[in-house]
């Protein structure tokens, strides 16, 4: 107030609140406006978001590389099964900070990635949490201390999907032994790959476009596959194959093999690959 006791003091001098408006300020201002309008247009989170939850800068920036990790992991969840049918998920994050980490960003993004398919609304660290409501998703959350973190600050993220049919997942090699849809990531050279689908153990990019196919544990399989790619001018981009050394048996051996094309293969020639005798399962995935 004009009139405050303080404005009348010798040894007092009062001035007003000018420091936002220099010239350097507004341009610092617009330069950080700007940036944050882009990154959200992006879908890039923002530390100092209106009514998101308050994340340290620092934290922000020591989990957002593994923003694509989260996402990319929970769409992949998703486009394993029915997604009516992924209601009851846990994510576990392995960590160099173990209990300490601050796991907020990550499952923003992980529920983004499971809800943004089905959904007309862009997911963010805004409305993550009301997007899962309405997706009526319960999602748990546990915190691991990693030792092989190799001085990153995240080691890697699993979701499982928990007490789901088996006729809700088109592709069954992603149950564990327990019948939990489980996967497992990391990063590694600021790309996203998959090292678990279910009991199987496997590295593969979630990048492009890719087949996973389920068949026997023989030779001649990536031979057979391999060849009816070839001829219906898909080129092969890379190839992982690994055994299921959980369920398999001497009997009836199980393999999976993950195989990055350039192009999406037709409806006929996903028969041909099908209809190999030794086949089991073969889906189409993208991430372009």
Same mark, same amino acid.
């Given at each position: 107030?004009?009139?405050?006791? %303080? #404005?009348?003091?010798?040894?007092?001098?009062?001035?007003?609140? +000018?420091?936002?408006?220099?010239?350097?300020?507004?341009?610092?201002?617009?330069?950080?406006?700007?940036?944050?309008?882009?990154?959200?247009?992006?879908?890039?989170?923002?530390?100092?978001?209106?009514?998101?939850? !308050?994340?340290? *800068?620092?934290?922000?920036? *020591?989990?957002?590389?593994?923003?694509?990790?989260?996402?990319? %992991?929970?769409?992949?969840?998703?486009? +394993?099964?029915? *997604?009516?049918?992924?209601?009851? !998920?846990?994510?576990?994050?392995?960590?160099?900070?173990?209990?300490?980490?601050?796991?907020?960003? %990550?499952?923003?993004?992980?529920?983004?990635?499971? @809800?943004?398919?089905?959904?007309?609304?862009?997911?963010?660290? @805004?409305?993550?949490?009301?997007?899962?409501?309405?997706?009526?998703?319960?999602?748990?959350?546990?915190?691991?201390? =990693?030792?092989?973190?190799?001085?990153?600050?995240?080691?890697?993220?699993?979701?499982?999907?928990?007490?789901?049919?088996?006729?809700?997942?088109?592709?069954?090699?992603?149950?564990?032994? =327990?019948?939990? &849809?489980?996967?497992?990531?990391?990063?590694?050279?600021?790309?996203?790959?998959?090292?678990?689908?279910?009991?199987?153990?496997?590295? +593969?990019? $979630?990048?492009?476009?890719? #087949?996973?196919?389920?068949?026997?544990?023989?030779? =001649?399989? &990536?031979?057979? &596959?391999?060849?009816?790619?070839?001829?219906?001018?898909?080129? !092969?981009?890379?190839?992982?194959?690994?055994?299921?050394?959980?369920?398999?048996?001497? *009997?009836?051996?199980?393999?999976?093999?993950?195989?990055? @094309?350039?192009?999406?293969?037709?409806?006929?020639?996903?028969? %041909? $690959?099908?209809?190999?005798?030794?086949?089991?399962? @073969?889906?189409?995935?993208?991430?372009?």
């Amino acid at each position: 107030p004009h009139d405050h006791p %303080l #404005l009348h003091l010798p040894q007092v001098i009062c001035t007003p609140h +000018l420091g936002s408006s220099t010239k350097e300020a507004q341009e610092t201002v617009s330069v950080e406006i700007a940036e944050a309008v882009i990154n959200g247009l992006n879908g890039i989170p923002s530390a100092t978001a209106i009514n998101a939850p !308050i994340l340290p *800068e620092n934290v922000v920036a *020591e989990l957002m590389p593994y923003v694509s990790l989260a996402e990319r %992991l929970g769409r992949f969840v998703v486009e +394993l099964m029915d *997604e009516s049918h992924a209601k009851d !998920i846990h994510v576990e994050y392995t960590s160099r900070q173990g209990e300490d980490l601050d796991p907020r960003l %990550l499952r923003a993004m992980v529920i983004k990635g499971m @809800v943004e398919l089905s959904s007309a609304a862009t997911v963010n660290l @805004v409305n993550c949490e009301v997007a899962s409501q309405k997706q009526k998703l319960e999602i748990t959350e546990s915190k691991m201390f =990693g030792r092989g973190c190799d001085g990153n600050t995240l080691e890697s993220i699993a979701i499982e999907v928990r007490s789901v049919a088996d006729d809700s997942c088109p592709f069954c090699p992603a149950f564990t032994k =327990g019948g939990f &849809i489980r996967v497992r990531g990391v990063l590694k050279d600021d790309i996203p790959w998959i090292t678990h689908i279910g009991d199987y153990t496997l590295s +593969l990019p $979630l990048q492009g476009e890719f #087949l996973l196919i389920r068949n026997m544990d023989m030779p =001649g399989q &990536i031979g057979s &596959i391999g060849t009816i790619l070839a001829r219906q001018q898909i080129n !092969i981009t890379f190839m992982a194959c690994t055994r299921n050394l959980v369920k398999s048996s001497e *009997e009836d051996p199980m393999a999976l093999m993950a195989i990055g @094309v350039d192009s999406r293969p037709s409806n006929d020639t996903m028969k %041909l $690959l099908k209809s190999v005798g030794t086949t089991k399962e @073969v889906v189409y995935f993208s991430f372009s």
